[in-house]
């Protein structure tokens, strides 16, 4: 009689209590229908750091960040449940103390034997670590192939851009030493302006060419931090208002006070100078250049805007992907714009921001990019917790 009970025997409620409470790496728990938590387990206070007692009675969106509160995202969740039977997903929590991790979580109905819901069952675990090495691997295997691509392009720059010119002021060198006592001043005059010229672009394709390295060989100098957008475009129209006063173009600086960027200093300089220094070649006599900014959500818009002569919507669309080939020109004609502008978009996606233009012929142009202007979520070191949720 005592095998036969065994075998029909229905372990009661403690018995799978004691089982989903064992779970430490999962937390579970139960909401009623009005969405207020009515069940913790242990697992679930060691994730999240609530005791059962602080946390019984408390919304179900006390787990959730504050983007994911405005967004309606727990409510969404429970709507999927209903719908689906089930609602899967993998975002950002709030831990008690304020920190964040990254979760796998599933969501479904309790029904009773009616099949009336009751409540709901959340279920799910840490997995920041499992993302850590997920996406260390992603940008790994990222890197490798910008590195080659970056590497064939300054191999290219180094042997088209840079091999050309100086043989040509190797030979024209070579020519004023072997006829210097028989040629003309004039003449031996504008083959030393032009000796100059040429070293003059050598030197600031070298100049880009170091800093464009920059971006991938130097990862160790990229020091993002939080710093005051004012104070940079301030410098730097400091720095280039002797070029602007040749041809009296006018500077505007509509920045706010308090207007911040997350950003690495230095490239932010850089950026900013290429672009100003763009706006000034390209301007008219007389003409302006105004910089601005906007925020949008969780970054900032800055906008360089020029008078100048605009540009045709082919020269538009090419202008952050020249070829190696039409890079000599641009450094002959332009100072170096052509990298100038390879080098702001590189820095730009270090930085995790971007750049797109809006410019008509004969209406100026308008350089927009963007920077986030709190320490972005995906930066921050998963491996350590960070003691409060970021600005988002």
Not at 34 to 53: C, D, H, R
Not at 125 to 135: G, L, M, Q, Y
Not at 238 to 255: R, V
Not at 304 to 331: A, C, E, H, R, Y
């Amino acid at each position: 009689m005592d095998k036969i009970i065994k075998k029909y025997y229905v372990p009661a409620t403690e018995f799978y209590s004691q089982i989903i409470d064992s779970l430490q790496d999962y937390a579970i728990f139960t909401v009623d229908v009005e969405l207020n938590v009515n069940s913790w387990n242990s697992g679930a206070t060691k994730i999240f750091q609530y005791t059962t007692e602080e946390i019984i009675g408390k919304p179900f969106s006390i787990i959730f960040t504050e983007e994911d509160k405005t967004n309606g995202v727990p409510n969404l969740e429970i709507e999927i449940a209903l719908k689906a039977g089930r609602s899967n997903d993998i975002r950002w929590h709030l831990c008690k103390d304020g920190s964040i991790f990254y979760a796998d979580g599933l969501v479904f109905p309790l029904k009773n034997e009616e099949g009336v819901v009751i409540g709901y069952v959340k279920i799910l675990r840490d997995i920041t670590a499992r993302k850590a090495s997920e996406d260390a691997i992603k940008k790994y295997a990222q890197e490798l192939k910008d590195l080659n691509t970056h590497k064939e392009n300054v191999l290219a720059i180094l042997s088209h851009d840079l091999r050309s010119p100086l043989a040509g002021i190797i030979q024209g060198a070579e020519y004023l030493k072997l006829n210097y006592d028989t040629i003309e001043p004039d003449v031996a005059k504008d083959l030393l302006e032009e000796f100059h010229k040429a070293a003059v672009n050598e030197l600031n394709m070298l100049d880009y060419l170091v800093e464009w390295a920059r971006i991938k060989y130097a990862a160790d100098v990229f020091v993002p931090a939080k710093i005051d957008l004012l104070q940079y475009v301030k410098q730097v129209f400091e720095s280039l208002k002797e070029t602007a006063a040749i041809n009296a173009i006018n500077f505007h600086n509509d920045i706010e006070e308090n207007s911040s960027v997350f950003a690495d200093e230095k490239m932010l300089v850089s950026i900013l100078q290429n672009i100003v220094s763009n706006a000034i070649k390209h301007s008219h006599k007389g003409g302006k250049v105004t910089v601005s900014a906007k925020k949008s959500e969780d970054m900032i818009i800055i906008e360089i805007n020029d008078t100048g002569k605009g540009m045709s919507k082919d020269i538009k669309d090419s202008l952050f992907t020249p070829q190696v080939k039409s890079l000599s020109k641009s450094v002959e004609e332009n100072k170096g714009a052509g990298i100038g502008l390879l080098l702001v978009k590189g820095f730009l996606e270090k930085n995790g921001g971007h750049i797109w233009v809006e410019s008509k012929e004969g209406n100026g142009s308008s350089f927009y990019f963007t920077l986030p202007i709190n320490k972005p979520l995906d930066k921050i070191d998963v491996f350590e917790k960070p003691q409060a949720i970021p600005s988002i």
